[in-house]
């Protein structure tokens, strides 16, 4: 009976894996991951498999990844795997808010955000404040997006706290920053989206993470660009640009010459432009990017409007519209057929013109695109008045103008936001410098007073030795000598709070490691507790980011997988310090935020790390990362 139960459980697990086989063409990656997921016991291995083909399938398979997050879940309740039901609820809410389920996705990030707070996980509450920060931003609403992303920078760098509180340190704040850059950038609050920027860029630098050192660079051309400095945003552009070369990383080295071509049609150099966009077109191509393809054709249609080549425009702009239509992209189909129209008014066909600058009208007033809308007025009514039209030319000549007042009073008052917001930044900076100078006059006060304190013990010492005969004396001296470094040390305690409450927290980190220690021990020591031993010591080890927590993590890591590191030394020797770490991590079937954070790179980059590491391991396409490293 118990047999025939377990087949049945096994054809109720594999059966919508069969079918699902039967409709979708999933790589030999994929269909692994899933294989082994499916033949793990129920436990949080199992559910960290769910996860991942949550990951994997996000973008690529929406409702698919679906699926996989809700067995996540399930099996989380199932379990009693408080860690998982929070990640499976994050899960629904990226889902949610993909497919533009604004309810569903608040509702679950809440609930996300509730379950890692209740565990303490400070991991878990910084994914899903960034989650809520990029969110907000999508929807437009700035100020809370902005305040999540301050939430995440303000424990990272209360570190000492966080560690006693949430148990781990974590140090991803440049993405943080860049994140800021973004939202400010959108805000047009350029100045601002320029310092968080070069933040994350020095931040990055520090931690000689290169290829997100090219991400903060692109970023800042962009701006660059946007504050009319166009020297200084090719300068930047073509940095990136090098670094995305060098890794044949092709999907940002298009975004890169993209920009970079942006910028040479901004300095009025449409030839050099045509070259960038003619790779960017290329690029996109090659690795099937839709809505850079489209960007593309549009901006080649641009330069070669600028370059006299008409019908290679007018071709151009046909096809980024295709692509845009295809894709949804309102905004730039209404771009494009603004592109169209003008190069439809210098062959002379203005009626068929009118008509695609009707067009975008009625699409730039929908989605409130006032620089599309702009240019469309501006267009009709030169058209309008060519055909005689001269009633509805003034009309059009209104509108122009009456759009053209709100753009300029928006940018003014962005200005003004601006201005405000850097006031208030560098107010708050000024207010740390001042706490930060009064912190070292308390150092220096204290250093002063442990140099008197010793000064005086001595002097009492001598005089003990010099003259006994006074004893009663030197007995009362040595009662005022007292009662003044009372007075002191009482001075001393109430100006330094902020310094004790620093030794306070190191004190509180070391007694959390020490019972997370012990914890451990008794995990090790129960039958059938690899699972919570596991997940126990990465809560120890995984979380602490210098070298000699890492140092301890390896020594955890070869008691459990002995002889890991010298099999991949022996086999594959050019394997670097990094690349050794991933695959240990890779090993312990560890998600891709997970990585992520110990790591200190994006999940991007976790991407492309795994890119380059089964290029060193000479893997085709048709072997499994995840196989070899699971048979080592």
Same mark, same amino acid.
């Given at each position: 009976m118990k047999i025939i139960v377990n087949v049945m459980i096994c054809f109720i697990v594999l059966f919508p894996f069969i079918s699902i086989s039967q409709n979708y063409k999933y790589t030999k990656a994929i269909d692994s991951l899933i294989e082994t997921t499916n033949q793990r016991p129920d436990d949080s291995l199992k559910v960290a498999g769910y996860g991942k083909l949550f990951e994997k399938l996000m973008f690529r398979d929406p409702e698919m990844s679906y699926y996989f997050a809700k067995k996540e879940y399930t099996l989380s309740k199932k379990i009693g795997y408080k860690s998982g039901i929070a990640l499976g609820q994050l899960h629904f809410a990226d889902f949610f808010k993909d497919m533009g389920k604004v309810d569903s996705a608040r509702y679950y990030y809440s609930q996300s955000l509730q379950g890692f707070t209740s565990l303490n996980s400070a991991i878990g509450i910084l994914f899903v404040n960034h989650s809520l920060a990029s969110f907000e931003k999508d929807l437009g609403n700035y100020e809370k997006a902005i305040g999540f992303a301050n939430k995440n920078i303000d424990i990272y760098k209360n570190r000492d706290t966080v560690f006693s509180q949430h148990g781990g340190t974590f140090n991803l704040i440049g993405a943080e920053y860049e994140l800021l850059g973004e939202i400010h950038q959108e805000m047009g609050n350029y100045r601002i989206a320029l310092k968080e920027t070069l933040n994350a860029l020095k931040f990055f630098e520090e931690k000689k993470d290169t290829l997100r050192q090219a991400d903060a660079l692109m970023q800042i051309g962009v701006l660059e660009r946007n504050l009319e400095n166009y020297q200084s945003a090719l300068t930047h552009s073509k940095k990136a640009y090098v670094i995305y070369e060098k890794y044949d990383d092709k999907q940002y080295k298009c975004y890169a010459a993209n920009d970079i071509g942006d910028t040479y049609l901004k300095l009025g150099k449409p030839e050099e432009a045509i070259k960038y966009f003619e790779v960017t077109l290329t690029l996109s191509q090659e690795i099937a990017n839709r809505e850079i393809e489209g960007f593309s054709l549009a901006n080649l249609g641009k330069a070669s409007l600028a370059i006299g080549k008409t019908n290679r425009a007018i071709d151009y702009f046909i096809k980024g519209h295709d692509i845009h239509k295809e894709l949804g992209y309102k905004k730039a189909i209404s771009m494009d057929l603004n592109g169209l129209a003008k190069a439809q008014i210098k062959e002379g066909n203005l009626k068929v013109a009118l008509d695609n600058l009707s067009r975008s009208i009625t699409i730039a007033k929908e989605i409130g695109a006032k620089d599309n809308l702009s240019e469309a007025y501006s267009l009709r009514y030169g058209i309008n008045k060519s055909?005689?039209?001269?009633?509805?030319a003034l009309v059009d000549h209104e509108m122009f103008k009456a759009v053209n007042d709100t753009i300029f009073n928006t940018a003014k008052s962005q200005q003004i936001s601006e201005l405000r917001t850097i006031y208030e930044t560098e107010k708050k900076e000024q207010q740390i410098a001042l706490q930060e100078n009064e912190i070292v006059l308390l150092e220096?006060?204290?250093? $002063?007073? !442990?140099?008197?304190?010793? #000064? /005086?013990?001595? +002097? &009492?010492? $001598?005089? !003990?030795?010099?003259?006994? #005969? /006074?004893?009663? +004396? &030197?007995?009362?001296?040595?009662?005022?000598?007292?009662? /003044?470094?009372e007075k002191i040390a009482a001075e001393l305690e109430f100006k330094k709070k902020e310094l004790t409450i620093h030794a306070f927290n190191l004190a509180r980190k070391n007694e959390t490691l020490e019972n997370l220690k012990l914890k451990a021990q008794e995990l090790k020591e129960k039958e059938n507790s690899d699972a919570g031993y596991n997940q126990l010591i990465r809560s120890i080890n995984f979380d602490l980011q210098d070298d000699n927590n890492w140092e301890n993590f390896s020594r955890y890591f070869e008691e459990v997988h002995k002889d890991f590191n010298k099999n991949i030394k022996t086999k594959y020797p050019e394997v670097s310090s990094n690349e050794l770490r991933l695959l240990a991590l890779l090993k312990m079937n560890l998600s891709s935020k997970e990585i992520a954070s110990i790591l200190n790179i994006s999940a991007e980059g976790i991407k492309k790390a795994r890119y380059r590491l089964r290029k060193k391991l000479n893997l085709t396409t048709e072997d499994s990362l995840q196989d070899l490293i699971l048979s080592l």
């Open positions: 055909l005689g039209n001269l009633k509805d220096e006060k204290q250093r $002063a007073a !442990i140099l008197q304190n010793t #000064l /005086l013990i001595v +002097g &009492i010492i $001598a005089l !003990i030795s010099l003259f006994g #005969l /006074l004893y009663y +004396g &030197i007995r009362q001296k040595m009662k005022r000598n007292k009662v /003044l470094k």
